[in-house]
């Protein structure tokens, strides 16, 4: 294959189950996303970025999801509290000022103990140590509304890094990096598709497409990669049937890995066809 990027998306709970489905389909057609030059992890995708490129093989990972994964700790997000997050976006201001909106929600918010929820991630991290690879991470500032992508190279955690990422405003609590709060990567985009660094094609896996502005939309993000080759993957309508309204509901993940490999399998063309 040609050297590739590998963009990872946010979804929740399911979302990891997922995309670590469609990998391991992919791998049963000789195709290894392992291999990407460079990934890219937003939120859960994060999870799974760091998952991937652990040196874990990705039949473990994916065996890992179908027991049920019993770390997990189950939500779902009130519907007042969506609500507040749409508001925030919709209102008007560039990506920042929604983001801060955001992140003042999330600040606010009463979500339970930080150690508990480090020790999830924790738990869904087969290495806690930065691989030599490429890995990059997407969190978003809580104060300031501005996004970083957070690599090997500055010295912070990997956990509390994918915890920052995974930082669902009005679910989980924010994460202190450098004395700073921050919260989930998909406050700016579920994918962050126009990030992506490198020069060559882009797979990027998209459990949500969901955006409230233009910027934001992942159509709209593959354009600013032209003229790379982007092939984006979304969410099948069986997976999204097996996952239900909540993303955060661990009791189906079993299923839903079982789902996205089934149609990674399906995928396997079309990404051998991007990647070459």
Known sequence: MNPFTLVLGGGGVTGIAWETGVIAGLADEGIDLSEARSTLGTSAGAAVAAQLTSGASI?????????????????????????????????????????????????????????????????????????????RIVAVDALTGVERIITRTEGLSLVDVVAASCAVPMVWPSVQLEGRAYIDGGVRSTANLDLAPGSGPVIALVPVKTAFRRPSRIDEQAKTLNPRPVLIIQMSTEAKKTQGRNSLNNSVVPAVAAAGREQGRREAAKVRAAVG
């Open 59 to 135: 039949e473990s990972l994916y065996e890992h999801q179908l027991t049920g994964v019993p770390y997990e700790i189950a939500k779902s997000l009130a519907g007042g509290d969506i609500l507040k997050f749409v508001l925030a976006q919709l209102l008007p201001g560039d990506q920042h000022r929604a983001s801060r909106r955001v992140g003042a929600l999330a600040l606010k918010a009463e979500v339970g103990s930080v150690a508990e929820r480090r020790a999830v991630i924790e738990s869904r991290l087969p290495d806690h140590s930065w691989p030599e690879t490429d890995l």
